[in-house]
């Protein structure tokens, strides 16, 4: 069984920078693709950004291109989310999740495992 743990929320204002780490545990890093998620109030859960199981696909939302970056470290089997040029739109629960296959992480389909979220809040 994967355990899925973020943090790095808070409270930040426009135009400034957080940076969001998922710690894994439980099966072999290497074989689970990796990804983002968030969910805004009164809103469905969207697609952030994705990472393969070797770090070298990385995919994005439109979104948050050009801002955010998705990187894993093997040494400590984590998945960061570096953002940067923050949006009060950005504002949401941030979720973590792990998958098998790289090709479910954009459609969220099915993915095995998802954390407990953290609160990202941008203020204008």
């Known amino acids: 069984q994967v355990q899925l743990v973020e943090s790095g929320g808070g409270l930040v204002q426009a135009g400034g920078s957080l940076r969001l780490s998922c710690a894994f545990s439980?099966?072999?890093?290497?074989?689970?693709?990796m990804g983002w998620f968030r969910q805004a109030p009164g809103k469905e859960r969207e697609f952030v950004a994705a990472?393969?199981?070797?770090?070298?696909?990385?995919s994005y939302a439109d979104s948050v291109k050009g801002r955010f970056t998705i990187s894993r470290n093997y040494a400590t089997t984590t998945t960061n989310l570096q953002m940067t040029s923050l949006k009060p739109e950005d504002t949401a629960i941030y979720y973590c999740?792990?998958?098998?296959?790289?090709?479910?992480?954009?459609?969220?389909?099915?993915?095995?495992?998802w954390g407990q979220g953290t609160q990202v809040t941008v203020s204008p």
């Open positions: 999740a792990a998958d098998p296959y790289y090709s479910n992480m954009p459609t969220m389909t099915a993915l095995d495992y």
């Open positions: 439980g099966r072999t890093f290497t074989r689970y693709a």
């Open positions: 990472i393969t199981g070797g770090g070298g696909g990385t």
